[in-house]
């Protein structure tokens, strides 16, 4: 019998399994054929897929970081990036698992009732890759295709506004909420991650109070449970930022009591603690219960972060000393969260900043800040700019505190100077990186105390030796301007041109001599103790000259900190406590007139005697300043920018006529524009053409008169006079055969010698260099243009993966000097009449030219060559006060900037030099 019903039984499962497999190989419309197809489009696919999600999503909540100092995603996905650039997702198992079992559905279940799911399916997988516009195409297709079914188009509007925000589309995103939430009002179900999803919209808009309503509706609808647990954390988040404290303490309560993971039910438990603090009035009592968690042994990986909350505390009842030791003591504790580190770092930056006003120890901690912190971060642009504008402040204060301390070494008997440099200079080997700061050296919290936090830095009078970073800095730039000079006599000494040494008056300091020839090398020699000692000794102001060098420099140093402090930092208190002690220590300084205006300005509707007696002070002493004319006439200041626009287009109509060799006429329009405009800066230049016109139409005397008028008149010239002191020591050399000549400027005839500077470079080959009389006379207005490098053949994305920039951080044997004039109409031959006159003024000994590439919208100025990056930024550091009187084109048009030579090959639009300039702002800062 047992026999018998086996044998019955064999073909009806045989039966059984031929229809089943009927069912899934056959896509016919029939009744049967949609049975099977649901069967096992649900079963086999739409189950399996949820399953996979499911696990994915799991593993996702165990490795994903989240940054607790921010209010937290709505959903564990990144944050929407501005500027996204669109890649294939990454292989990941599980999802590829999802797309291809949707793919099935929809190829071999196409008369079931899942297709719907299964584009919902491919949707999702692709956006949890990252796909996001490939997973928006999917849920508008299901939300246009699927709209008579309420919860399918709703679910996939969402989704679909969740893919439009990664993509940063804020705009369509928001419209996208709209229509889905007026949909949403006929649902009963399923609609709290709808509400979410409008939340977290709500929350990047900076809308949350509403965002809050929102969180509130989706933690009472909400089905899975740990979302509700990080909705209710965000609500308590939003909570506590709109200071309802109350219910922010409920809620990180509920968190804190809930099953949620442990990362969360630690930082529930800390703001609940900092909560209740401020909810009792911000009594401080309450640190001890933040620091009582270090007690607890599963709290020791977020021993940073607690000390950091006490800071906060301190911080809010305004005990800001204590709040900075206790971001100190993070600052220490902080070895793996770097997110924590940069927080605590931007605090004690923050509080130096705005509470101690101690800028220096400010600019140390943003430095240390921008070295860690992610550029995602809130307002890390500021930061930086911040950190780099400080650093003004520090040069300034630096040279304040080496020009005073080399003051005080100077008075001493001269059997004491060097035991007194040699003490201060002995621990020097020890702390000589201290100015390139490091995580390391920051986390010891009193470095910056040690070093730069005495009351005399932060007012400016600080001993030099006292300070270790100071020193640092101060020997870095003494190598880097003077090179490791050899231990001998006079180690300051070279050859000078009469323009150098007129250059080292004025500025206390020869820049020219800082460029060595690009075909020339440094005498090098080893720097020991000794041979610095010695550098430091022979560089004391011993004369009445080099102690009034060193005064300007003081001087200079006070005001440019001063009016920083004024215009870029808006602290006008402190910019006139700075006024006031440069007044102090040097009441006749040059800077008068605008030191007088400034405080005018400052004490304007604070102190109104005050700035009444100041705008006096300006009205009697300098009645011809620009200062007294914007106090009599406001708008003085806009007629003067006219003024000087008409004095540029003067200019270079006179330029024009000296190019076409109409000296008659180029004498006459200097005249006049000199008449007309005699106190503007381009009144030596048109001296200067003058003088060539004279010299091409008469002999010597005549030049000769032309020449002394300009040293005279304008003494403190750095474009022209430099130059025409070269000229004149050229003559007088030579005397007998400018005599000789019929016009004193023949001419060039190549048959006839150059004439060369009397200055020579050292250890250079003797050559041709363009400083003589004719080659200045005779430079050819008609630039010299050079053709733009070819732009690369395109290349489609499919092809390469486009690196993050085409330019290179590495360095090169060869840097230039690069003027953008941004309009390729402009003509530019008297601007680069006027680099070519600076360049041979100021740097005689060195073999700088200058040319010219034109591209479609702009037109590149580019100064070669320079062996290394520190000799072009000194360049630019000479040139760019310069460049107003130099450009003869309106300020807002040009802009200059250093490149290495392979970067500027790849200069050929307006876009590349734009990318550069922002290339150049995150590699050189």
Same mark, same amino acid.
């Given at each position: ?23 899934c ?9 949609r049975?099977f ?79 719907d ?24 297709y ?66 949350n ?57 630690f ?5 609940r ?15 001890k ?9 599963k ?9 950091y ?65 992610p ?13 780099d ?49 490091n ?9 910056p ?25 101060g ?66 102001p ?117 190019a ?28 200067y ?13 005549p ?18 006079? #430099? @130059?025409?002191? %070269?000229?004149?020591?050229?003559? *007088?050399?030579?005397? +007998? $055969?400018?005599?000789?000549? &019929? !016009? ?21 080959p003797?050559? #041709? @260099?363009?400083n %003589?009389?004719?080659?200045?006379? *005779?430079?050819?207005? +008609? $630039?010299?243009?050079?053709? &733009? !490098? ?49 360049n ?72 590349r ?13």
């Open positions: 019998m047992k026999k018998h019903s086996n044998k019955a039984l064999n073909p009806f499962l045989l039966l059984i399994s031929l229809l089943f497999i009927y069912g190989v056959a896509n016919k419309d029939t009744a049967i054929d049975k197809q649901n069967l096992t489009a649900r079963y086999n696919y739409i189950y399996n897929s949820n399953v996979l999600l499911t696990e994915y999503n799991e593993g996702l909540l165990q490795s994903y970081t989240d940054n607790y100092e921010k209010i937290l995603p709505v959903y564990l996905d990144p944050e929407p990036q501005v500027n996204l650039v669109l890649t294939p997702g990454t292989p990941n198992k599980q999802l590829d698992e999802v797309i291809t079992k949707g793919q099935s559905i929809i190829n071999d279940k196409s008369f079931s009732n899942y297709i799911d299964a584009y919902m399916l491919l949707g999702k997988a692709n956006y949890l890759k990252g796909n996001y516009f490939i997973a928006s195409e999917y849920f508008d299901v939300a246009k295709t699927y709209n008579n079914n309420l919860k399918t188009f709703v679910m996939a509007m969402n989704w679909k506004a969740r893919s439009q925000m990664e993509l940063n589309n804020m705009v369509v995103a928001d419209k996208i909420l709209d229509t889905m939430l007026r949909a949403a009002d006929n649902l009963k179900n399923d609609i709290a991650e709808p509400l979410a999803t409008t939340a977290q919209m709500r929350i990047y808009q900076k809308r109070k509403e965002a809050m309503l929102l969180l509130e509706n989706a933690v009472r609808l909400g089905d899975d449970k740990q979302l509700r647990i990080r909705w209710r954390y965000i609500l308590a988040q939003l909570q506590e930022h709109e200071n309802d404290l109350q219910n922010a303490f409920i809620n990180y309560t509920k968190v804190e009591n809930s099953n949620a993971p442990f990362e969360m039910y930082h529930a438990n800390l703001q603690i900092k909560v209740r603090a401020l909810i009792s009035g911000y009594k401080v009592d309450e640190d219960a933040l620091l009582a968690l270090l007690k607890d042994d709290n020791f990986d977020y021993t940073d972060q607690i000390y909350q006490v800071g906060e505390l301190f911080l809010r009842e305004g005990k800001f000393t204590k709040a900075e030791e206790n971001y100190q003591k993070s600052v220490q504790k902080s070895t793996k969260n770097q997110n924590q580190k940069a927080l605590s770092y931007l605090k004690i930056a923050d509080l130096n900043f705005k509470e101690f006003n101690n800028y220096i120890k400010a600019k140390l901690y943003y430095d240390s800040t921008v070295m860690i912190l550029k995602n971060f809130p307002d890390y642009d500021n930061i930086v700019k911040k950190a504008n400080l650093k003004y402040l520090t040069d300034r204060y630096t040279i304040i505190a080496k020009e005073d301390t080399a003051q005080m070494i100077a008075q001493l008997p001269s059997t004491e100077r060097e035991a007194r440099i040699k003490n201060y200079l002995t621990p020097k080997v020890e702390v000589a990186n201290v100015a390139v700061l995580n390391q050296t920051l986390n010891n919290p009193d470095f105390n040690q070093s730069l936090n005495s009351p005399q830095v932060a007012a400016g009078s600080t001993f030099y030796f006292n300070n270790n970073a100071a020193i640092s800095t020997f870095a730039d003494f190598k880097r301007r003077w090179g490791n000079r050899q231990l001998e006599d006079n180690w300051r000494q070279s050859q000078r041109s009469s323009a150098q040494e007129n250059t080292q008056v004025m500025t206390g300091g020869n820049v020219a001599n800082t460029i060595t020839p690009a075909n020339g090398n440094n005498v090098q020699s080893s720097t020991d103790q000794t041979s610095l000692e010695k550098q430091y000794l022979d560089a004391l011993l004369t009445p000259a080099l102690i009034a060098a060193s005064d300007q420099k003081i001087i200079d140093a006070y005001f440019e900190i001063a009016s920083f402090y004024q215009q870029e930092l808006n602290d006008k208190n402190e910019a006139n406590k700075i006024y006031a002690e440069l007044l102090r220590r040097y009441p006749n300084n040059n800077h008068l007139d605008a030191i007088y205006y400034s405080l005018y300005l400052n004490n304007k509707g604070v102190d109104e005697n005050r700035s009444n007696e100041f705008r006096q002070l300006v009205l009697q002493k300098f009645p011809e300043s620009n200062y007294a004319k914007t106090i009599l006439d406001p708008s003085f200041s806009a007629k003067q920018s006219t003024m000087e626009n008409i004095a540029n287009n003067n200019y270079n109509v006179a330029f024009e006529a000296y076409k060799k109409d000296y008659p006429g180029v004498i006459k329009q200097a005249n006049d524009n000199i008449s007309a405009f005699p106190d503007n800066d381009l009144a030596p230049q048109y001296a053409l003058k003088a060539i016109a004279v010299g091409r139409t008469a002999k010597l005397d030049l000769l008169t032309e020449f002394n008028a300009i040293t005279t008149l304008y003494p403190n010239d750095l474009i022209v006079t #430099p @130059l025409v002191r %070269d000229h004149l020591k050229y003559i *007088e050399a030579n005397l +007998a $055969e400018f005599k000789q000549r &019929p !016009v004193a400027l023949i001419d060039f005839d190549s048959n006839e010698p150059r004439f060369v500077s009397q200055a020579k470079p050292i250890a250079v003797a050559k #041709p @260099l363009n %003589d009389i004719n080659a200045a006379a *005779e430079e050819k207005p +008609a $630039e010299t243009i050079v053709k &733009p !490098v070819e732009k690369p053949a395109e290349v489609k994305p499919a092809d390469v993966v486009k690196p993050a920039s085409i330019f290179s951080a590495a360095t090169s044997n060869e840097y230039y000097y690069v003027i953008d004039v941004a309009d390729a109409s402009l003509t530019l031959s008297s601007s680069r009449f006027g680099i070519g006159q600076f041979r003024g100021n740097y005689p000994d060195n073999d700088l030219a200058h040319k010219l590439i034109e591209l479609d919208n702009d037109q590149l100025i580019y100064v070669t060559s320079f062996i290394d990056l520190e000799d072009a930024k000194l360049y630019e550091s000479s040139i760019i006060g310069q460049l107003k009187n130099i450009m003869k084109v309106p300020a807002n048009l040009y802009r200059g900037f250093i490149i290495s030579k392979e970067n500027f090959e790849k200069l050929n639009s307006r876009d030099i734009n990318e550069y300039l922002e290339f150049l702002k995150d590699n050189y800062k």
